[in-house]
């Protein structure tokens, strides 16, 4: 199959909103795919060369994606520099000057194999030489292509595709291309997705092998499976109500979360909650899991936690964000900030899936299969059936460091459910005890012109929820308060890679930020209540027509939530749940913005 032809859908994909218009372009694409190209497709299409949790990074940055277009145009460096200070987008440039180029022979066309096979190539690339060979293979291939081709292939190599495929897009596109695109084969696709995190693996298997093939996929060590998430409550009592009445109660310790894969042989591979590979960051859990999990291979979950050694104190999870994205110097941190793996769950048990027992057994497994240390230990955990030991154990869990509870379900349904939020754990923090709304992530997807003091930089952003039905970013707030001038200063370059000329087709609010943002930097943020508001887009129409949810008196907490995808930030379901919970409480509270 040729690249044109790929590309050609792209082209179409960009100038399509609505999500049935591109689900059924998608369709057609996959349907008319030979079998063996379709992993390829998946993962291009999701400006990936393999799925994301193996880390293949392409290597390539704007300086040598420059060069590439202006070699294999045969035009100056400046040239280019020209062109783009004035399209914005090395994309289009690359594409007028391919359409500008004279040939002697007809090109011979792009395969989508070759395409692959050379971003393959360019990502493997090491060593001395390895920036030369990269420039020659980018040349190489944009001096077979077409001018749209050009323009995409350079959108993939610096990671701006920009046709915003979002994965349950894909997902209900395989359910149209390989079963009868009802409800019932998305979620089988999207359970065999939770489980192997790997689209196109799936999308191969069912062209080879049918939707039946999918039920059969079970969790594997090496690939990480989505983390259940938990749902709140305002009160402990509520908690346990929901659970009728017995529990297992844990501490909810705040750190990163973090999913344990050790192999047979004892080697470890870490997974983020948003699932990379976060093994170089922690060469202590490295070492300490082979010696702390007896039984072989195992899938662990658990938080990590910054911890002082003497006291065996927990710290303030600021301090592990110092070895996010560190390479050098770790050996130097490991001592500096000793973290503590608190383990919560096991998901596989020596060659058995555990995911399918109720959590009363997995526990009884992880305890089994763990031997507790200084770096490895379990969650601390009480089971009750009251409310009086409920709320002790929740202010020992503060006394000792923790923000709060986990409540979890102990009932013969509770099963570990890989990517889905529900109530069969409920969070309870500190925040809610003390009557303060609960925090909020927000993509940020805008910016407003900062002024007074703030003149000349960013002195607002605007920040949206996510939705999953729609596959959209909602708008629920404009930020600017809580943002300390090291962090504000911090922004625009934090932003950069987001940065996007147009509001982003996955966008939706009534506001007209000055910049736009592409989906992509997560913030934390609280506010005093949610509120109804025509400018807001958050579940518009939920409660009210013409009116979406928007937080009141929103502060930035400061903490940038890293460890979370766009996708990860709060959804519009749960801004509805907590509005709801926020009207039962106080009536008075549910007035317009
Ligand atoms: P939050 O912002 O409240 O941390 P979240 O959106 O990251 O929430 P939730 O599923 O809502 O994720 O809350 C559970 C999170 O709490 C987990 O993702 C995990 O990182 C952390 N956690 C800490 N201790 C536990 C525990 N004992 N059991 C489960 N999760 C725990």
Not at 58 to 83: F, I, N, P, T, W
Not at 136 to 145: H, I, K, N, S, V
Not at 315 to 338: A, K, M, N, T
Not at 370 to 392: F, H, I, K
Request: aromatic residues 8%; contains cysteine.
């Amino acid at each position: 199959m040729l690249y044109r032809n790929l590309v050609a859908v792209y082209e179409q994909l960009e100038g399509t909103r609505q999500h049935s218009d591109v689900r059924q372009l998608l369709t057609e694409l996959f349907r008319s795919a030979p079998t063996n190209l379709l992993p390829s497709i998946l993962y291009l299409s999701q400006g990936l060369l393999r799925p994301e949790f193996e880390g293949v990074e392409l290597g390539v940055g704007g300086a040598l994606a420059r060069k590439a277009v202006a070699q294999s145009a045969g035009v100056d460096d400046h040239q280019v520099h020209r062109e783009v200070s004035v399209s914005g987008d090395l994309g289009i440039t690359a594409e007028r000057l391919r359409s500008g180029q004279r040939r002697l022979e007809p090109l011979e066309p792009l395969e989508i194999e070759e395409v692959y096979a050379g971003l393959m190539a360019i990502a493997a690339a090491r060593g001395s030489g390895a920036q030369e060979e990269r420039l020659r293979r980018l040349t190489g291939l944009l001096a077979r292509a077409g001018p749209v081709e050009a323009r995409y292939l350079i959108r993939f190599v610096l990671g701006s595709l920009r046709i915003g495929i979002r994965e349950m897009t894909l997902i209900d596109a395989l359910a149209h291309a390989f079963g009868d695109g009802s409800k019932a084969a998305r979620a089988r696709i999207e359970r065999a997705f939770n489980l192997c995190s790997d689209l196109g693996w799936i999308a191969e298997e069912l062209s080879r092998h049918g939707l039946d093939a999918l039920d059969a996929v079970t969790i594997q060590v090496g690939r990480p499976i989505r983390p259940m998430l938990a749902e709140r409550a305002r009160s402990l009592s509520e908690a346990l109500h929901r659970m009728h009445g017995t529990a297992a109660l844990e501490f909810k310790y705040d750190g990163l979360r973090v999913q344990a894969h050790v192999a047979r042989d004892g080697s470890v591979r870490l997974f983020s909650r948003r699932l990379e590979r976060i093994e170089a960051q922690f060469p202590d859990l490295v070492d300490a899991l082979p010696a702390a999990v007896r039984h072989r291979p195992a899938v662990l979950e658990g938080e990590c936690v910054p911890i002082d050694p003497d006291t065996d104190e927990i710290r303030p999870f600021q301090e592990i964000s110092r070895r996010r994205g560190r390479i050098y110097d770790l050996d130097r941190l490991r001592s500096e900030v000793p973290v503590c793996f608190f383990l919560f769950d096991l998901l596989l048990d020596g060659t058995e899936p555990t995911l399918d027992r109720p959590f009363p057994e997995r526990r009884e497994r992880l305890e089994a299969a763990v031997t507790p240390g200084p770096s490895v230990r379990l969650a601390r955990q009480l089971r009750v059936d009251s409310a009086e030991p409920a709320r002790d154990f929740f202010d020992l869990a503060l006394a000792e460091g923790a923000e709060g509870i986990m409540v979890k379900s102990l009932a013969p349904e509770s099963t570990y459910r890989a990517g889905a939020r529900g109530f069969w754990w409920i969070k309870y923090k500190k925040e809610y005890a003390e009557g303060l709304s609960d925090s909020l992530d927000g993509v940020v997807v805008g910016a407003f012109h900062g002024r007074g003091r703030r003149a000349g930089r960013f002195g607002a952003f605007l920040l949206a929820c996510y939705n999953p039905e729609r596959d959209a970013f909602e708008s629920f707030c404009k930020v600017g308060t809580g943002f300390d001038d090291a962090a504000l200063a911090e922004m625009p370059r934090r932003l950069e890679p987001w940065a996007s000329d147009a509001r982003p087709a996955k966008v939706d609010t009534g506001l007209e930020p000055d910049r736009w943002f592409r989906p992509g930097l997560v913030l934390e943020v609280r506010g005093a209540e949610l509120t109804l508001s025509p400018v807001h887009r958050a579940d518009f129409g939920a409660i009210r027509p013409g009116s979406g949810f928007a937080l009141r008196f929103p502060r930035f907490t400061g903490r940038i939530r890293e460890e979370k995808a766009p996708t990860d930030a709060t959804s519009s379901g749960e801004l509805r749940r907590m509005y709801r919970q926020q009207v039962r409480q106080s009536p008075a509270a549910s007035g317009p913005a």
